[in-house]
């Protein structure tokens, strides 16, 4: 059974949220000249709450991380529009420097190469007090403050490697680095664009374990960018499935996991190694997904989709709240 939404209804109304932190409402992402402009990212719409941690998951391509640079304003080659409210503040209208403000102090951002964002030459110490001390704080009160953060985020002998170089750490701790910097700042929302690729699964795991235990111990907001489902079951406890510009599938985590709707989300599912299954090739999801200048019509997964009828390559799928408390774009589930 499915619950079709009415014209005008927002579906991510409909879905129980904690009190809403950030609410991205119909953003559209365009790039190029005016008069050939092709969008990227097509009115993504979501909330997350004060404490939440939600990952917004996708193959390479789907148009996550450019989302995730859009909320902070960070990439000026493209066009935004529709609203992205931080705590009543639309940031699609903040001024260059009030955004500036908010950066590294309410929304803190970490990259997936720690080296693109660490300076070889300065010490770590003084980099990850750097953010206090372009908010005034004295230089003793941003070290006190950095050390406390290295010391959360279990760096060893915090103290001595205050004075130390990123060249001196090794990639898990240069991540743990620059978690701290995006923290010391005590921010409200965490945004994590694929924090944990370039690592080894055993340091993984290890820099992930730490989010969660700081995000619940700070009531810490995180969106987790992740292309990877593996990584996403032990620490959202929502998740967001894009595809080709749009998400196509959300729900709670677990139930997400329990009984995935879109054909996309299954296909991402079943190609996560499990340890009760052992099969001589994880399955894939054949092809990729299209450039988004040369986006299919209808459904823009149907040429990789094994369920795809008729209708799929004629008409954009509609969102569909389902009975299981998410929303699906896909005909199978009966919006138009
Ligand atoms: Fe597959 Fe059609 Fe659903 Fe798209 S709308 S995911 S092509 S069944």
């Not at 579906?11 to 953003?27: E, F, G, I, S, T």
């Amino acid at each position: 059974m499915t619950m079709v939404l009415k014209r005008g209804e927002d579906v991510a109304d409909q879905v129980h949220r904690p009190v809403p932190l950030l609410n991205v409402d119909q953003l559209c992402i365009d790039i190029g000249a005016r008069n050939a402009s092709v969008r990227i990212v097509d009115k993504v719409s979501f909330t997350l709450g004060k404490g939440e941690r939600v990952a917004l998951v996708g193959e390479s391509g789907s148009g996550k991380s450019v989302t995730a640079q859009a909320l902070m304003r960070l990439n000026p080659r493209v066009r935004l529009s529709g609203r992205v409210d931080f705590d009543g503040a639309d940031l699609l209208q903040l001024s260059a420097g009030q955004m500036a403000a908010l950066r590294g102090s309410r929304i803190g951002m970490v990259f997936q190469d720690p080296m693109s964002s660490l300076d070889p030459l300065m010490t770590i110490g003084d980099q990850v007090a750097e953010t206090l001390r372009i908010r005034g704080i004295g230089r003793q009160e941003a070290r006190r403050r950095a050390l406390e953060v290295l010391d959360e985020l279990k760096v060893e002998r915090a103290v001595e490697r205050l004075e130390s170089y990123p060249h001196e750490f090794s990639g898990g701790m240069r991540q743990r680095v620059v978690l701290a910097m995006a923290l010391v700042g005590e921010p409200d929302l965490l945004i994590a664009d694929e924090p944990t690729t370039a690592l080894d699964v055993r340091v993984q795991e290890r820099v992930l374990d730490l989010l969660d235990e700081i995000s619940r111990r700070r009531g810490l907001a995180v969106l987790l960018i992740t292309h990877d489902m593996g990584i996403v079951a032990g620490f959202a406890d929502r998740v967001m499935v894009m595809y080709s510009g749009r998400i196509v599938e959300e729900n709670e985590a677990a139930q997400l996991f329990r009984e995935p709707q879109h054909p996309y989300t299954r296909g991402l599912l079943e190609a996560v190694p499990r340890a009760d299954r052992t099969v001589d090739r994880l399955p894939s999801i054949n092809g990729a997904p299209p450039l988004p200048s040369s986006r299919p019509k209808g459904c823009h997964f149907h040429p990789r989709c094994d369920r795809a009828t008729g209708v799929c390559s004629a008409e954009t799928p509609g969102e569909t709240f389902t009975p299981l408390g998410g929303r699906v774009r896909c005909h199978l589930y009966g919006a138009g």
